[in-house]
Nanobody, 125 residues
Framework: QVQLVESGGGLVQAGGSLRLSCAAS????????MGWFRQAPGKERECVAT????????YYSRSVKGRFTISRANTKSTLYLQMNSLKPEDTATYYC??????????????????WGQGTQVTVSS
């Protein structure tokens, strides 16, 4: 049973930065895909970034490209999302997720089978 636990959310002013973490446990991670999704009130959940655990290839949505960076720790099963130049429209609950697929362009939430509980990010103007 895979367990994903996010942390690092909070309240930040526009232009500021936050780093989200996702601690993963319960399996060995090889050639799988992990992603960060977000969901704002009244909106659908959207994928903002994915990472192939083995070859470190990445995908970013147009809305965050150039501002967010997805990465993983080298020695432990932790996924990160560094968020810079935050905007009020980045306000959402952020979730990490695990997929059995490996292609970084698998951005539908249906492609991911395990989810964390979410962490709230609020960006004030």
């Amino acid at each position: 049973q895979v367990q994903l636990v996010e942390s690092g959310g909070g309240l930040v002013q526009a232009g500021g930065s936050l780093r989200l973490s996702c601690a993963a446990s319960g399996r060995t991670f090889t050639n799988v895909l992990m992603g960060w999704f977000r969901q704002a009130p009244g909106k659908e959940r959207e994928c903002v970034a994915t990472l192939n655990w083995s070859d470190l290839s990445t995908y970013y949505s147009r809305s965050v490209k150039g501002r967010f960076t997805i990465s993983r720790a080298n020695t432990k099963s932790t996924l990160y999302l560094q968020m810079n130049s935050l905007k009020p429209e980045d306000t959402a609950t952020y979730y990490c997720a695990l997929s059995s697929y490996s292609e970084i362009y698998r951005t539908s939430e249906r492609d991911f089978h395990s989810w964390g509980q979410g962490t709230q990010v609020t960006v004030s103007s």
